[in-house]
């Protein structure tokens, strides 16, 4: 079935450092990429997401890239600190139409070292 | 505040005996789904609503139920607990599924013994 694979499943960086998670999906008609970032013990909540008539977004430090042709997309994490430490989640529309749904990735433990 | 409310937030339960989360959510969004999330496997769906009295299975559907008898509420519930379904759950509401933001509740740590 359609799926959306993440990696890396852990990334430790030195705070300061960019930081970048991969996603790759199956279904060529998704159109919609949001990321979600979950701190321990919380929600996932929405930090960015792009659509697939647009290539990159960027909101301050946080950046999401798009390959349609490829079928990824990429979070970029600049000029990292310690309150980014979490677990990050890609996701991706599948079905499209009266099925369409969003399907996760496995999610990316990001562990910030100050 | 625009909100998904999901009730208990931690849960301890043995096996057989049913419970029920309820979820509700104040955006007047038409579409909720539930999600179970384990270690290694990310969110799966497990149901989903469209709109009331419209429900059907998302991914790990087996042994669970739910209704949506209002617009606002989605409860999950358990008939008879195994210690499988020992996990993370939350809530979730769309305005536009596949297309728009997915709002989490604060989720339910449910343990099965």
């Known amino acids: 079935g359609e799926n959306v694979e993440q990696h890396p499943s852990t990334l430790s960086v030195q705070e300061g450092d960019s930081a970048v998670i991969k996603c790759t999906y199956s279904?060529?008609?998704?159109?919609?990429f949001p990321w979600y970032k979950q701190e321990l013990g919380k929600r996932p909540q929405l930090i960015i997401d792009?659509?697939?008539?647009?290539g990159e977004k960027k909101d301050q430090r946080i950046a999401v890239t798009l390959n349609k042709t490829a079928k990824h997309f990429s979070l970029h994490i600049t000029e990292t600190q310690p309150e980014d430490s979490a677990v990050y989640f890609c996701a991706a529309s599948i079905g499209g139409g009266a099925t369409n749904k969003l399907i996760f990735g496995t999610g990316t433990l990001l562990a910030v070292q100050p | 505040e625009a909100q998904v409310t999901q009730n208990p937030r931690y849960l301890i339960t043995v096996t057989g005996k049913k419970l029920t989360v309820t979820c509700s959510q104040n955006m007047n969004h038409e579409y909720m789904s539930w999600y179970r999330q384990d270690p290694g496997l990310g969110l799966r769906q497990i149901y989903y609503?469209?709109?009331?009295?419209?429900?059907d299975k998302g991914d790990v559907p087996e042994g669970y139920k739910v209704s949506r008898k209002e617009k606002r509420n989605f409860p999950l519930i358990l008939e008879s607990p195994s210690p499988n379904q020992t996990s993370l759950y939350f809530c979730?509401?769309?305005?536009?599924?596949?297309?728009?933001?997915?709002?989490f509740g604060n989720g339910t740590r449910l343990t099965v013994t």
């Open positions: 792009i659509r697939s008539n647009v």
């Open positions: 979730a509401s769309t305005r536009d599924r596949g297309n728009s933001p997915l709002h």
């Open positions: 609503s469209m709109n009331v009295e419209v429900t």
């Open positions: 279904d060529s008609a998704s159109n919609y």
